[in-house]
Structures are given as C-alpha cells and as structure tokens.
C-alpha cells in the first residue's frame, strides 16, 4: 500500500470525483485514476461504484474513508504543529503604529511567550499604517481610528481625548482648559495632513464653528513635542500618548467627545497567519482585560 494511492481515494472521495480530486492534487485526472486502481487491484475490491459519470463509494470505500479521514487529519495537525514552531522560533513581526505607547503591554506579553520572534516596530499616520497593510509591508497596524472597511480585522485598544499642550513657561500653561474659541487666536503647531489627531481636532473645531489654522506644521508627534517645548506655540496629542516631559504642561479641551479610538487592525485576509493571531489573541486579552 502506497501514501500516494490512499491520497487519491481520499480526494476522490470526499471532493465526489476524479476530476475535482485531480483539482485539488495539482495531478492530471488519469494520474488520480491510475493510483486508486491500482490500489483495488492489489487488494482485490472494489472502493467506488462509477455509473454514468456519478462516483459513489462502496461499503469497503465508506469504510477505508473513516480511516484515511483520521489520517489526512493527523497529517494536518503535524504539519500546523511544525510549522507553527518554526514560526515562534524564528519569525518576524512587523507593525506599524501611529503611536507604540498603546502597545507596550501587549508587546511585552508577546515576548515573554514567544522570545524567538523578531518584531519591528515603525512610526507612521493614519495614511501610511492603512498603505503599509495593503501593500503587505507591515503585519499589523495602530492608528486613531476605527477604520470602517470591512477588509480588516479590529481590535479596539482604548480611547483617550485630544488634549493640548505648551511650554511650562507659556502664558497659557496655568490654564484649567481651552475653547476651540481660544485656540483659533493662539499659535498652533500642528502635524502633517494625514494626521488623525489633526483631523479630529479640525473637525470637532469646524463642528464648533471655528477654523484653526497651523502656524507651523510637523512632521510627526515628536517633531511636534520638540517645536512647541522651547515656547514656539501650542501642540496637541491624545491624552494616552502624552508622556512625562518637564518642559510641558498638558492642557484640557473643552470639547468632551473630542476623542482617540486607539485600535490594532490587520488585513482580514492576513489574520489567520501564526504570529500576526498571537498577536491579536493577546490584543484581545489584554483590552477584555
């Protein structure tokens, strides 16, 4: 008895014919027909009945398929055993985040499960986190929204409020909070078109009927931090990724729904992968949490 001649009754029978079995083998339809009769000629029985073009199994089939089921199955779960070690053993993760503080405890369960794992972590907006997935430069991606697609998966990481912030030394920095109102006559210092943050802050503004205009724009959040920290005008951020800096003073915006849905997304058809769903497991664990 022969792998290869069990492979083809197995196909053969549960794809319901020689050409699908030949299909799903990458054979040739003869080739597929060639194993399985030689298989009843060297046992002498008969495994399918084949009646104008239909393909049904015999008792003797029905019987050899409950075991060959067992087998195939087994053969599977090695092969996901296998391969699944090799990948924690030496694979790569790669995210893209518009912001790793919202990671930092996920990526350190991670380790401590799978330390052979190699994980790159790069920074980008909105724009370049949603690109990188489509164009499978990245694994996974964090940005400050709920993208709306139905080609990701979603985990939601939390959602913090826009805040503002200045200098210690500012005029404004003894303030308990600031209007849209207010912050359309002060200098702002705003990150570059693309920016989530910017464009929940534009919005929520607009919405108040007030237009804030950038007096300088930045390319990224600590551009942003390093610009307005000697004094040079008033930077935002979620609240989340904030940080500890002696140079600013976090300031509220009185505007309560101007909020960050954090979320750590992954292209649906790119989630069944080992790490990427270890990865999202532990996501959701830790936001259940």
Do not use: W
């Amino acid at each position: 008895m022969r792998y290869v001649q069990l492979r083809a009754f197995h196909y053969v029978a549960i794809s319901g014919g020689f050409s699908r079995a030949a299909e799903e083998l990458l054979l040739t339809q003869p080739a597929i027909s060639d194993q399985v009769r030689k298989l009843e000629e060297e046992y002498d029985v008969l495994l399918f009945n084949r009646q104008r073009k239909q393909v049904l199994l015999t008792p003797a089939g029905e019987k050899l398929l409950v075991i060959t089921r067992r087998m195939f199955d087994n053969e599977q779960q090695a092969l996901e055993l296998l391969s699944e070690s090799r990948a924690f053993r030496a694979g790569t993760l790669r995210i893209v985040a518009d912001a790793a503080h919202h990671l930092l405890q996920i990526l350190a369960e991670f380790r401590r499960k799978y330390p052979g794992v190699k994980i790159s972590v790069r920074a980008g907006n909105t724009e370049s986190v949603i690109e990188s997935l489509y164009s499978y430069d990245a694994d996974l991606g964090v940005l400050g929204e709920i993208p709306s697609s139905r080609d990701f998966d979603i985990v939601k990481l939390n959602a913090t409020p826009i805040v503002a912030f200045a200098a210690i030394d500012n005029p404004v920095a003894h303030k308990k909070s600031l209007t849209f109102h207010e912050l359309s006559n002060l200098p702002l210092v705003m990150r570059e078109r693309g920016s989530k943050t910017r464009r929940k802050l534009e919005d929520g503004a607009a919405e108040a009927g007030v237009e804030l205009k950038p007096m300088i724009e930045a390319e990224g959040r600590e551009a942003v931090r390093e610009i307005v920290a000697p004094g040079a005008g008033i930077g935002f951020v979620s609240a989340a990724e904030f940080g500890q800096d002696s140079r600013l003073v976090k300031i509220p915006i009185d505007a309560p729904g101007l909020l960050m849905d954090e979320a750590l997304i992954c292209l649906t058809e790119r989630s069944g992968g080992k790490l990427v769903r270890a990865f999202l497991d532990i996501a959701r664990s830790a936001a259940a949490g």
